[in-house]
C-alpha cells in the first residue's frame, strides 16, 4: 500500500513538473550510507531510491512529502542537463544555483555534526525542494478536503 503511495506521489509531481516517468526503487535501511534517509534522488539515473524500513514507520503525508521533494530534484537536474526543454521556467541564476549545488552536494544527518546539517538545508536544491513538497502536499490536501 505505502510502495503504491510513494509511486503514485512521484507521478503525480512529475505531472506538475513536467518530467517524463522517474524511476522509483525501493530498499531497506541497511542499502543507505545513513540510517536517518528516508528516500534519495540518484542524478546519474533519474532514480528515487525510498528505505522501505522508514516507509512501514511514517505516516501517508511524510511518505507524499518525501516523494514530492525528490521528484523536485529530479525537476532540478533536469533543468541543468536540458534546459530547452524547461526553457523559461525558471531563471539562469536559479539553474545556476542548482548546478553549483549538484557538483558540490552536502550530504544529510551526519550524527552528531549540526554544521554539516546546516550546510545541507541551506543549499538552494533543498530549500526549493522542501519548498515545493510542502507546497504541493497543502493544494493536494485542500483539494482533497472539499
Request: hydrophobic fraction near 40%; avoid cysteine; aromatic fraction near 14%.
Amino acid at each position: 500500500m505505502k510502495k503504491h503511495l510513494a509511486l503514485a506521489a512521484v507521478k503525480y509531481a512529475s505531472k506538475i513538473l513536467g518530467l517524463s516517468e522517474i524511476e522509483v526503487i525501493f530498499r531497506q535501511e541497511s542499502f543507505f550510507n545513513n540510517s536517518e534517509i528516508n528516500a534519495v534522488f540518484n542524478d546519474k539515473y533519474y532514480l528515487i531510491i525510498f528505505n522501505e524500513d522508514w516507509m512501514n514507520q511514517v505516516t501517508k503525508s511524510e511518505i507524499i512529502i518525501t516523494a514530492f521533494h525528490e521528484t523536485r530534484h529530479a525537476y532540478q537536474k533536469a533543468n541543468i542537463e536540458f534546459p530547452e526543454y524547461f526553457m523559461g521556467r525558471e531563471s539562469e541564476e536559479t539553474i545556476n544555483k542548482w548546478q553549483k549545488d549538484f557538483e558540490n552536494y552536502k550530504g544529510p544527518l551526519v550524527k552528531g555534526n549540526s554544521l554539516i546539517d546546516l550546510q545541507y538545508i541551506n543549499q538552494e536544491i533543498e530549500i526549493d525542494a522542501i519548498k515545493f513538497a510542502q507546497q504541493h502536499l497543502n493544494l493536494m490536501l485542500k483539494d482533497y478536503s472539499m
